[in-house]
């Protein structure tokens, strides 16, 4: 794996948001290895594909990751 991305996600509210967030990242990486803090809105993943890959997938699952 390579150097974990953060994303900071502001409109994630709940533990319902992170699991549809998780659900997009393991869409585009199975392996990948996914850490949620929903009171901080910080999702970090750890896999070595592009970080754009990641941002789009949980815009697409509806949400706005910033990245941090």
Do not use: W
């Not at 910080?42 to 990751?65: C, H, M």
């Amino acid at each position: 794996m390579s150097t974990p991305l953060t994303f900071t996600v502001n409109d994630m509210t709940c533990n319902h948001c992170a699991g549809v967030i998780t659900k997009a990242v393991k869409d585009v990486d199975a392996n990948a290895r996914v850490d949620i803090t929903v009171a901080d809105k910080r999702v970090v993943i750890d896999s070595s594909l592009p970080a754009q890959s990641f941002a789009e997938a949980i815009e697409e699952a509806g949400y706005t990751p910033v990245a941090a």
